[in-house]
């Protein structure tokens, strides 16, 4: 559990399709699929309680993280300290755990490396240690001339949203407590919330009426609403739970 480089899990689940659970049993973001096609990630919800059958969207990374100095670090380093740091935000431990740290400009630029462990971060700190699953490729170099970003997993601190362009997460099979771990449906045949009355085999996208619902696609095509479904068997009735095919994975 753990090792985001870990070959594809195939069987030996510790937390139950329809289980939550408030301690972590799976990799965060760990990709299930069971034998009828359907396609599950292990996610955590946010804030906020999670309702059964209504999308979820991944929490944006925070814009303080992105585009930071590190301290130098020798190829074969698994912890990276990031320095010279004015945030206004607090970090938990581990909360960028499953995440990426993503080297974004200059030294070693291009290469993602999966993050492990987080030192945690208040407000009036200046540096945060952050330990990665691989070995360094190529060697960072302090000052900025390495930058990197903190990425997190989109599965980690998932909510529902008002907003409808935004990154879609999947549809919780059951009820979830706020911060609670879970299986969070993104692939196959589902039963999810309804704005509308889309047809069979409409494309959908995330309606903002209420927050979590799908709706069919507008007529113009919106390149910042991903279709994420499908409408399957029956047309859709607006204000209940009805059958889509999820296309996020």
Known sequence: MGNANAP???SGWAQGLMEISANRKETVGALRITSDGRKFRYAKAGASNLAAGKMTIAALPNA????????????????????????????????YQGGFLQINDGTGEAIQYPIVSNSPFVT??????????????????????????????PWYATALSEVEESFST???????????????????????????????????????????????????????????????????????????????D
């Open 124 to 153: 009036g700190d200046t540096t945060i240690d952050i330990t990665v699953a691989a070995p360094i490729k190529v060697a960072l170099v302090a000052s900025a001339t390495t930058e990197v970003s903190l990425i997190p997993n």
């Open 170 to 248: 999947g549809v919780p099979p059951v009820a979830v407590t706020a911060l609670y771990y879970y299986w969070s449906q993104t692939g196959g045949i589902a039963i999810a919330f309804c704005h509308g009355t889309p047809a069979v085999g409409s494309m959908m996208v995330l309606s903002s009426m209420p927050p979590g619902a799908l709706r069919v696609m507008a007529g113009t095509l919106d390149v910042d609403q991903p279709v994420i479904a499908r409408m399957y068997a029956t047309v859709g009735v607006s204000g209940e739970y009805k059958p889509v095919q999820l296309l996020i």
């Open 8 to 10: 594809l899990k195939r």
């Open 64 to 95: 303080q993280t992105i585009n930071t100095s590190v301290v130098a670090a020798a190829i074969g380093a698994y912890t990276i300290q990031l320095t010279g740091l004015t945030w206004a935000v607090d970090i938990a431990e581990n909360q």
